[in-house]
């Protein structure tokens, strides 16, 4: 069986890639089948997100795809900045680190109290390219803390503290992030139906 990960983010396709490496199954990324197919996440849910993506990438390669869209939710920003986790800052061409330091701008100047709660979410689309879809989800939750730490992952993590853990995401080894984030949750409630569609 052949599974297309549905994604030209490079942190995301390894982070998949890693956690799907014992399935029997070959795991192939755009870049691999030459498509660059950019998809607008205008949804008004990580599902309809994911399953836009996943089923884009379905009907252009023929294969099973899976996609995800995922958000941090902060408590005291009311579940900001959720599904424009990725947009989240006013700066044009933002990166990770401008994303970060605009969300803890904007804790600061909510004066809310902490600890600053907060959860990763994940939902997973896998799609065929007749138009069928099924979703899983995955939910880690943790709080912002106001400086970064460790050097690992890519978002978020480095402000992201894991609850019942010392560590952010960016710290932890990345064998125990593949079994711990919303992503890898989301991911492996998804293997049933990946299992189920393929006769495994």
């Known amino acids: 069986?052949?599974?297309?990960?549905?994604?030209?983010?490079?942190?995301?396709?390894r982070?998949?890639?890693?956690?799907?490496?014992?399935m029997p199954?070959?795991?192939?990324?755009p870049a691999d089948l030459g498509l660059t197919l950019d998809v607008d996440e205008d949804g008004s849910t990580y599902a309809e997100?994911?399953?836009?993506?996943?089923?884009?990438?379905?009907?252009?390669?023929?294969?099973?795809?899976?996609a995800d869209d995922s958000g941090l939710e902060v408590d005291a920003l009311n579940g900001a900045p959720g599904l424009?986790?990725?947009?989240?800052?006013?700066k044009p061409g933002a990166t990770d680190?401008?994303?970060?330091?605009?969300?803890?701008?904007?804790?600061?100047?909510?004066?809310?109290?902490?600890?600053?709660?907060?959860?990763?979410?994940?939902t997973v689309?896998?799609?065929?390219?007749?138009?069928?879809?099924?979703?899983?989800?995955?939910i880690c939750e943790g709080q912002i803390i106001p400086e970064e730490r460790g050097t690992g992952g890519f978002g978020y993590d480095p402000i992201f503290l894991l609850d019942g853990m010392d560590?952010?995401?960016?710290?932890?080894p990345e064998e125990i992030k593949n079994r711990l984030s919303h992503r890898a949750r989301a991911v492996e409630a998804a293997r049933g139906i990946l299992m189920r569609w393929n006769g495994l």
């Open 125 to 138: 689309a896998v799609a065929g390219p007749e138009g069928n879809v099924e979703w899983a989800e995955g």
């Open 97 to 122: 680190s401008d994303r970060r330091a605009f969300l803890l701008q904007n804790l600061r100047a909510a004066n809310a109290s902490r600890p600053w709660t907060a959860r990763f979410r994940a």
């Open 167 to 172: 560590q952010t995401m960016a710290e932890l």
């Open 1 to 13: 069986m052949k599974l297309l990960l549905s994604t030209n983010n490079k942190g995301k396709l």
């Open 25 to 29: 199954i070959e795991l192939l990324a």
């Open 49 to 66: 997100n994911a399953a836009k993506k996943a089923i884009a990438f379905a009907r252009a390669s023929g294969l099973t795809c899976l």
């Open 15 to 22: 982070e998949l890639q890693a956690i799907l490496a014992d």
């Open 84 to 90: 424009y986790s990725a947009r989240y800052s006013p």
